[in-house]
């Protein structure tokens, strides 16, 4: 029963996704939602009290995709100048490939008078995190706690959503590889840019892919 009743959360979630990315929240109403997921509002209602509540768990399932990435990067080693470059790639890929992250953007930006939660939070959390750890390893010639390159970062979420939603995805990749190649250097010693892959992983520089 248990096993039934997470089945059908998921298919409200991710109906509701989908509507959302597609319509905006205001416009994507429960009675679609249910439909979408071929349930009855009745059953929306079960698992969800109402539309905020909906749209709270949308946003929830985006932070839960967001920290089971970068726990698996910590988790696998990964030096956390690196984690912070790799989960920009990741949200650039997730925005155009998980309507679940593209709804949580929308709902972030609709819903700012809302009581709902919000995606750029833990996005903020974890980057604050990410360079605490990168201060205390001695990457980083910047100070966490100063605040400037936690805005920095911060402000670059909204970026990468603008851009999603305006260039195809490998032009995103570009520009998310060309953005590290400026933002590096400021973010590191001297000397210890080549550290870093500012490419996602798997893919080659293009001196390297011509060859």
């Not at 009581?115 to 001695?138: K, M, N, S, T």
Request: charged share 25%; glycine share 10%; proline share 6%.
């Amino acid at each position: 029963m248990q096993a039934r009743s997470e089945r059908t959360r998921h298919r409200l979630l991710r109906a509701a996704a989908d509507l959302i990315d597609r319509y905006g929240y205001a416009n994507a109403t429960l009675g679609q939602i249910a439909a979408a997921a071929g349930l009855t509002k009745g059953a929306l209602y079960f698992h969800f009290a109402s539309k905020d509540g909906l749209a709270d768990a949308v946003q929830e399932q985006g932070r839960t995709m967001l920290r089971t990435f970068v726990r698996g990067q910590r988790e696998a080693g990964v030096p956390p100048v690196q984690v912070l470059i790799d989960l920009t790639h990741w949200l650039a890929r997730a925005l155009h490939e998980e309507p679940l992250i593209r709804a949580g953007f929308r709902i972030t930006y609709e819903c700012a008078d809302r009581p709902v939660a919000d995606f750029h939070q833990v996005w903020i959390d974890e980057v604050r995190h990410l360079l605490d750890l990168a201060e205390a390893a001695g990457e980083t010639r910047v100070r966490a706690g100063d605040g400037g390159a936690e805005a920095l970062l911060s402000a670059l979420l909204c970026g990468i959503g603008d851009l999603a939603g305006t260039s195809p995805r490998h032009a995103l990749r570009i520009r998310m590889d060309a953005l590290w190649d400026l933002l590096l250097p400021v973010l590191v010693p001297p000397g210890e840019t080549g550290r870093y892959r500012t490419r996602p992983p798997g893919v080659p520089r293009p001196a390297e892919a011509a060859a």
